[in-house]
Nanobody, 122 residues
C-alpha cells in the first residue's frame, strides 16, 4: 500500500505565505513525477505545479512567480511554497505522485493524497 499524507494547510491573510508538504510512504520502488492540484468550491480540479525526479518544474500560469515546488527524493516528500497568496488561491490542495511499487512494474501508477484546505481571507 502507498500513502500520500499532506500537511501545512490553514487560514492565511491575503499576501501571506504557507508551505505545504506531502510525504509518500509504503511499498515504493521509484517515484517519477510529483505535483499539486487544487479544487475550489464549485470548480474543477486544476493542476498547480509539477516536478520530475530530476527536478524540472512546471507551473500553472496563475501561480507562476508566487509558488515554488520542490522535493526531497531521500524523504519521498514534495513541498509547495506559496507566497503572495490571494483569495482566489482558496481551495483544497491535493498531492499527487506517479510511482512504481516493484522493479518489474513497467507503467507507473498515480496516487493521490487526501487533500489539505488552504483558505486565504482577511
Amino acid at each position: 500500500q502507498v500513502q500520500l499524507v499532506e500537511s501545512g494547510g490553514g487560514l492565511v491573510q491575503p499576501g501571506g505565505s504557507l508551505r505545504l508538504s506531502c510525504a509518500a510512504s509504503g511499498s515504493i520502488f521509484r517515484i517519477n513525477a510529483m505535483g499539486w492540484y487544487r479544487q475550489a468550491p464549485g470548480k474543477q480540479r486544476e493542476l498547480v505545479a509539477t516536478i520530475t525526479s530530476g527536478g524540472s518544474t512546471d507551473y500553472a500560469g496563475s501561480v507562476k512567480g508566487r509558488f515554488t515546488i520542490s522535493r526531497d527524493n531521500a524523504k519521498n516528500t514534495v513541498y509547495l511554497q506559496m507566497n503572495s497568496l490571494k483569495p482566489e488561491d482558496t481551495a483544497v490542495y491535493y498531492c499527487v505522485a506517479s510511482l512504481t511499487t516493484v522493479p518489474t512494474m513497467i507503467l507507473p501508477r498515480t496516487y493521490w493524497g487526501q487533500g489539505t484546505q488552504v483558505t486565504v481571507s482577511a
